[in-house]
């Protein structure tokens, strides 16, 4: 289901954002079919910081669920922040954090601070994709402390219902337990790690670590863009 498509959602996104969108995943064009690829939403400040995520397609409901959530953490974090990017980046984090506890019944540690950027990022061995600019990595995300014992329903719920959901994966805690995670825990994972990075950075993690999409620049292939040309019958003209 296109969530865009809904009346609600457009006006939302139209009072809170300003869209844009950007391929970078392969993907072919057969006739008019669209084969292969994938979809991920970057809530992101106007310099390109990512606040939020949506990994995979979604109805209306619930990306309108999650750009009302984003919004409204972020209007609380500036609030609280005083001014203070610090603290409104802990804010950020301590928030996926909490929301992947009382949705998903898991808590991670969110991570607080961000270590020195690795030496050599840049360097002219590093590869590089046509346009020369070097491939974002994928971030680790926060570390699973283990489960809300308090949310014990809400965590088995969660895992009979990621268990064969698209994108879901077994993750592991500190203590070697496995669980289950669909696609939204995963970047609320992320997030409590990572929110506040620059979406050039964030954005593989999303699309190949969770999505498992393999990130390309190679243009869209399309297959047979007018199929109707191929078509027998009286009035279509032939070659």
């Not at 392969?26 to 310099?47: E, H, L, M, S, W």
Request: hydrophobic share 40%.
């Amino acid at each position: 289901m296109n969530a865009l498509a809904d009346k609600k959602v457009g006006e939302y996104v139209d009072k809170y954002f300003v869209a844009a969108f950007q391929r970078v995943g392969t993907f072919r064009i057969v006739g008019k079919q669209k084969q292969g690829g994938n979809v991920a939403c970057y809530f992101c400040a106007p310099d390109g910081r990512v606040l939020h995520a949506v990994a995979g397609p979604v109805n209306s409901q619930q990306f309108l669920a999650e750009a009302k959530w984003v919004v409204e953490t972020t209007e609380k974090a500036i609030k609280d922040s005083k001014g203070d990017g610090g603290k409104f980046k802990i804010a950020m984090r301590t928030a996926h954090a909490e929301k992947l506890r009382r949705e998903h019944g898991l808590a991670v540690e969110p991570i607080t601070f961000d270590p020195p950027e690795a030496q050599g990022a840049n360097d002219a061995l590093t590869y590089r994709d046509p346009t020369g600019q070097p491939l974002a990595p994928v971030l680790k995300p926060a570390p699973i402390d283990g489960p809300d014992v308090t949310f014990r329903a809400a965590l088995e719920k969660s895992q009979t219902a990621n268990k064969g959901a698209p994108g879901a994966k077994m993750m592991a805690d500190r203590k070697g337990g496995r669980w289950v995670l669909g696609t939204q825990g995963q970047v609320h994972m992320l997030m409590a790690a990572h929110s506040m990075g620059q979406i050039d950075r964030i954005y593989a993690s999303v699309f190949e670590g969770i999505l498992g999409e393999r990130i390309s620049t190679r243009p869209v292939e399309v297959v047979d863009p007018f199929p109707w040309n191929n078509r027998g019958g009286k009035g279509d003209k032939q070659k």
